[in-house]
């Protein structure tokens, strides 16, 4: 008879290493079996957010190396650009691969197998959990789920995707602004929201991302528009490459007795901004010493702040049906808002003051349109 593990976690990716990381640091006695379907770890991923007073210290809690911080960040399009000091916070950038190895290796020693295999179905019998692989069978007391496999039913706003295809590239000659993040950095686009995002790393290398938010994205088509983008800077020389379709939708996952659903599948990704690693890393960090079972899963689901998910809902309608619009909202959004509220509020920390200063300065117009299509859906 094989042996049935306390806990099954699907997916050795962001949610799951950040879970493990910290639950870990309080929960020894459980015997654990990661499942991850790839083989070896992908240099194909760069992780931001913000950090300063008001929010969880991800950096130091999670034991993060950046590999840039940036106090500057810049907005623009064709006719203006907003451009912002953000001190006393920062926009910090991850290497993706160097978060997982790190992370991993945190917990490495204290969880007692990891397979290399692809999970093929999860269902329940006799009050236990069983774990199809490509490769075995495997029987659990609870499962933890990263895996991105959310239902229609499960999403509780408009879909939009956020997709992008970005290049670390090295110039041969200096080009960048190494202290300014531009997180967007618009294109007149009718159909759907367009954007340039750059990372700097030096005056002469920065990660550029074409990005959309879109219903239907075609990675193909920003394919050949990130190229033309990347030729726009001159010669240069592609290090390496990243892009992924994600969506951004209000996620609210069905809850299941020994089963709990993390990362974007567990409604952790923020609609309004494809961000994820706040929500995760905010949410791992308040864990509670309490071991994960069948009895304790509740106090550990994931739960979003209602308010945030109404303002997102909005935002997300106003995406939808006017996309036109989309640089417009963003720019007025940094322009006027105050800079520290405007980030605890994508951070997932807005205190009351910070949401009042959020609404005043949306445009009202644009946002009630949104409300009115929010109570049509
Ligand atoms: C290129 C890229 C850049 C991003 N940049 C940012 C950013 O700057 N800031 C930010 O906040 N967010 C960013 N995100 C979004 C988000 O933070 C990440 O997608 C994050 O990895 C989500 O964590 P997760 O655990 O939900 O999913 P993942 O990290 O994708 O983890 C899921 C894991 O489950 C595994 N898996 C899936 N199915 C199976 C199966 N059947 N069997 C076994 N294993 C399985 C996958 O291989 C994966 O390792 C980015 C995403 C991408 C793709």
Redesign the pocket.
Known sequence: MKRTYDLIV???????LMFLNQYLKKNNYQSILL????KTANN??????WEGPGLPNITEEFQLKPKKIWKKIVLNNLNYEVKKNIYPYNYV?FD?KEVLESLFKSFSKKITNLKK????KVYCKDDIQIVT?DNSVYFGKVVVD????FQKHEIKSALVCQA?V?SEIELTQDRFKPDEVTLMSFKQNDDQVEFTYILPFSKQRALVETTVFSVAPCLESIEKIHKVVLENFGAYEEVRQ???I?PMAVISPIEEKRILK?????G???ASS???????GNWALRLKSDELSEKSISIFRYRSNKCLNYLDKIFLNVILKYPEKGPYLFMKLFRRAKISSLIRFLSDTPKGIDLINILLCMPKRLMLKGLIEKKND
């Not at 194909?44 to 957010?49: L, S, Y």
């Open positions: 699907i997916g050795a990716g962001l949610s799951s499942l991850e379907q790839k194909d991923q760069t992780f931001c957010i950038c993706g295999e692809i999970v093929t692989t990263s895996r991105n496999n992008f970005g990243e892009k992924a994600l993390i990362g974007i599948g567990g952790m990704m923020r494809g961000y994820s690693m706040r929500r995760i």
